[in-house]
Antibody, heavy 118, light 112 residues
Framework: QVQLVQSGAEVKKPGASVRVSCKASGYTFTSYYIHWVRQAPGQGLEWVGVINPGDGTTTSAQKFQGRVTMTRDTSTRTVYMELSSLRSEDTAVYYC???????????WGQGTLVTVSS | DIVMTQSPDSLAVSLGERATINCKSSQSVLFRSNNKNYLAWYQQKPGQPPKLLIYWASTRESGVPDRFSGSGSGTDFTLTISGLQAEDVAVYYCQQFYITPTFGQGTKLEIK
């Protein structure tokens, strides 16, 4: 069965960077995109960006451009999302989700809480 | 970006009754070449990730009960839950995947 397993919770200081991982199993890794979506406490869903594990190409939401880096390791079927220059507003649960070519998100990871606090 | 606006922000419905959630997009999400609406609905329960319920505006994901139905086209869409059950308490989000994905603000569904 399809599974996306994310790394554990992180606590970071303002200005630092965080890297969250998402390990995929149960399907052909390079045939589906991996999206990142975040959810601030008590808030709605916000799309961060997407990576194509097949060729490594990425697209991110305009507000994160320059701060987010998405990479993949095909040997371990793992995708990484790094967010830099963290500020308190980046405190959120970050989800990875599998998407088809139409950005329909059919399977989601369990979420990773990133807390930014001095 | 396409802005998605849901209504209401919250609603309370009695068990067994019908719940209706609306979603409006700031521009059409109907792709003319295949006549498909690039609109999905997700359900999120506390402490859980979102779960895909409906895509192409009206196609239920495998395993989703048939009391969940979606309708609409272009810019106006509706999620209907017929015969509300206790386990349907959740926040529901619409999402357009016509271009860069965007979500509605969510609708919190509770039992009256």
């Amino acid at each position: 069965q399809v599974q996306l397993v994310q790394s554990g919770a992180e606590v970071k200081k303002p200005g630092a960077s965080v890297r969250v991982s998402c390990k995929a199993s149960g399907y052909t890794f390079t045939s589906y995109y991996i999206h990142w979506v975040r959810q601030a406490p008590g808030q709605g869903l916000e799309w961060v960006g997407v990576i194509n594990p097949g060729d490594g190409t990425t697209t991110s939401a305009q507000k994160f451009q320059g701060r987010v880096t998405m990479t993949r390791d095909t040997s371990t079927r793992t995708v990484y999302m790094e967010l830099s220059s963290l500020r308190s507003e980046d405190t959120a649960v970050y989800y990875c989700a599998r998407g088809n070519s139409d950005s329909l998100l059919d399977y989601w990871g369990q979420g990773t809480l990133v807390t930014v606090s001095s | 970006d396409i802005v998605m606006t849901q209504s209401p922000d919250s609603l309370a419905v009695s068990l067994g009754e019908r719940a209706t959630i609306n979603c409006k997009s700031s521009q059409s999400v109907l792709f003319r070449s295949n006549n498909k609406n690039y609109l999905a609905w997700y359900q999120q329960k506390p402490g859980q990730p979102p779960k895909l319920l409906i895509y192409w505006a009206s196609t239920r994901e495998s395993g989703v009960p048939d009391r969940f139905s979606g309708s609409g086209s272009g810019t106006d869409f509706t999620l209907t839950i017929s015969g509300l059950q206790a386990e349907d308490v959740a926040v529901y989000y619409c999402q357009q995947f016509y271009i860069t994905p965007t979500f509605g603000q969510g609708t919190k569904l509770e039992i009256k």
